[in-house]
């Protein structure tokens, strides 16, 4: 049986943190609404394993209406109360809060620039940046200091280099991993 090496971050023990890892994380997004969904998640990342964040997800894509930013920006405090209460998500009124105000600056980049992608991608003219080894770089300073000016809240350069990872705006994986590239 041949063994794949992947990232060491890779718990091999979770099916779900393999697949993402082989599937996902590092692959350029340029979906919208998985582009929204990777920053929710992120940002409730914030603190937290991702682990703990991707075995919620499917818990969070029904809380968060699918991730749909024009719904998730009109949640009012009916919403939020239910958010509280629901024990598969991670409840945190702060990170909740975020959430929803992020949907609606999210609508304002897409209206902005044509699509969140167009935007999100404009910082690196549409190229991925291969590196490894880093929680933060000048990009993701650049990014969350651009999220934060626009009213942004849970997007300081660590989640940011994370979201800019996950959504395969940066490659990281590491040397060794089936995965690897330089460029």
């Given at each position: ?14 099916p ?17 609404q ?55 998500i ?43 080894g880093?929680?933060s ?25 994370a ?9 990281s ?11």
């Amino acid at each position: 049986m041949e063994t794949v090496c992947r990232c060491g971050w890779c718990n091999l023990r979770n099916p779900l943190y393999v697949q993402y890892h082989d599937e996902e994380w590092g692959m350029p997004q340029r979906d919208d609404q998985k582009l929204f969904e990777l920053l929710v998640l992120e940002s409730f990342q914030a603190g937290l394993s991702w682990e703990t964040i991707l075995n919620k997800r499917e818990s969070f894509r029904a809380a968060f209406s699918g991730f749909d930013p024009e719904r998730v920006a009109a949640y009012g405090e009916e919403a939020v109360t239910a958010l509280l209460g629901d024990k598969s998500i991670v409840r945190n009124r702060r990170k909740i809060a975020a959430a929803i105000a992020n949907a609606g600056i999210f609508l304002e980049i897409q209206a902005e620039w044509g699509s969140f992608a167009r935007y999100i991608w404009h910082f690196t003219d549409g190229q991925v940046v291969y590196e490894t080894g880093k929680a933060s770089s000048p990009l993701s300073d650049q990014v969350s200091a651009d999220l934060k000016k626009r009213g942004m809240t849970f997007v300081g350069t660590t989640v940011v280099y994370a979201y800019l990872q996950a959504a395969g705006v940066i490659d990281s994986h590491e040397p060794g991993c089936f995965l690897h590239r330089k460029e």
